[in-house]
């Protein structure tokens, strides 16, 4: 059985490397593993593939960047003769970005059959490009690898046939129990606690300057009481660079920095005493390691970090926000008492979900 993966963008890729990896065990299985080049910078993709041990592309399509349609189409004509020529049984895509949706539609018309891992998930807000990348892609997946238990129901109430989907757990905490205890090596040496670890790239936060100023307003204020530490998506560089802000904030505990690979940004989060952002992944990587974790967004597509406890959304509400970092600040003996604490688990979220995915993929070839 000949399967190729379609990775794209940051949050692809530690979610394809542990199902690369459980896969390249089963005799049966060729791989081939394609990336389309949306993330191009070294310090957004090939910092990953080396830390991650994932092997390098056999094809990069090199879209790069554009607007979402020219993104988009970009993918899907490079696409497609790759899929013709390679004629893989099964295309495995990854998450919710312009590279998932883009070869989601290729194959389609293509006949081939489309594996989605992690299938389900919505934020009810269309607003969000990752949200319609989301519902039409699971709309034309044959096999719908859910995290959650919300994420099943979303597909089932949407008419997706319950066959199709397997709740398999969550493969990006795969990457992260596996690389942990290899991440503590990398924690920075001149960094003191506590510190906040702070990530922003969102346009809905990143491309509204009075807003995004506001946020920086406040990440000043609050490096009064603890270091900040802001890796900087390039989306958002740009958009600082725009406020001119960088030359106010220097004096200050708020250190911004370089988009970060993937075991320093893991080792931070894991001894942060609270996390900012409006990442999808941090938000679930914050749920496994116990940290709390603030959300700058209206909603999630992903609420079970919510009844577990670990995230907040505070929306774009500057108060909300000072008042919950407050509140951490306020109750940090207790966090730092009950961190790393196992025994509140989310199912599924255990180390083995691209195990599972290949058992499904593995048993359905054989039928
Ligand atoms: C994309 C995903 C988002 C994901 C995020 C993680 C979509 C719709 N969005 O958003 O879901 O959370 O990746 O990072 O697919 N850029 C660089 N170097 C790079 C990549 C991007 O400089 O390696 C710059 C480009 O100028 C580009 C901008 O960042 O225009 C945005 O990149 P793009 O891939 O379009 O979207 P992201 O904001 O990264």
């Known amino acids: 059985m000949h399967i190729l993966h379609v990775v794209g963008a940051r949050p692809n890729f530690m979610k394809a490397a542990p199902v690369l990896r459980a896969l390249s065990t089963c005799d049966s299985v060729r791989q081939t593993l394609v990336h389309t080049g949306q993330h191009y910078d070294a310090a957004m993709s090939d910092v990953f593939f080396q830390q991650l041990e994932m092997p390098q592309p056999d094809c990069n399509l090199g879209v790069g960047s554009g607007s979402h349609a020219q993104q ?106 596996r690389l942990l205890p290899e991440a503590e090596k990398h924690f920075p040496a001149d960094l003191t606690s506590p510190y906040a670890l702070v990530t922003l790239h969102r346009p809905s936060n990143v491309d509204d300057l009075p807003w995004l100023s506001e946020l920086l307003q406040m ?13 900087v998506h390039p989306r958002t560089r740009r958009q600082l660079d725009a406020l001119c802000s960088q030359a106010s904030t220097s ?91 196992s025994t509140n688990r989310v199912p599924l979220w255990d180390g083995h979900a691209a ?3 290949a058992q499904v993929i593995v048993r359905g070839s054989a039928k």
């Open 355 to 357: 195990e599972r995915i």
């Open 251 to 341: 004096s200050s505990r708020l250190r911004l920095l370089d988009p970060l690979p993937y075991l320093e940004f893991l080792a931070l989060q894991r001894h942060a005493a609270f996390v900012i952002t409006d990442s999808g992944g941090i938000q679930e990587e914050t749920t496994f390691l116990n940290i709390p974790c603030l959300t700058v967004r209206e909603n999630t597509e992903r609420p079970i970090t919510v009844t577990h406890g670990t995230n907040q959304l505070v929306g774009r509400d500057f108060d909300k926000l000072r008042t919950a970092t407050q509140q951490i600040l306020g109750s940090r003996s207790r966090i730092a008492s009950s961190k790393g604490s």
């Open 219 to 231: 990440l000043i204020e609050l490096s009064a009481d603890l270091n900040v530490i802001f890796p």
């Open 72 to 177: 988009t189409a970009a993918v899907m004509v490079a696409l497609e003769p790759v899929l013709l020529d390679r004629s893989p049984d099964l295309v495995l895509v990854y998450g919710d970005v312009n590279s998932t949706v883009a070869a989601a539609l290729v194959c389609s018309k293509l006949g081939i059959r489309l594996g989605h891992v992690e299938a389900g998930l919505r934020s009810r807000d269309r607003c969000m490009p990752e949200e319609i990348n989301r519902l039409l892609t699971d709309q034309l997946s044959d096999l719908l690898f859910t995290h959650s238990p919300d994420a099943d129901e979303n597909l089932l109430r949407e008419g997706i046939d319950a066959a199709k989907i397997h709740r398999v757990g969550n493969v990006m905490i795969d990457t992260l129990v």
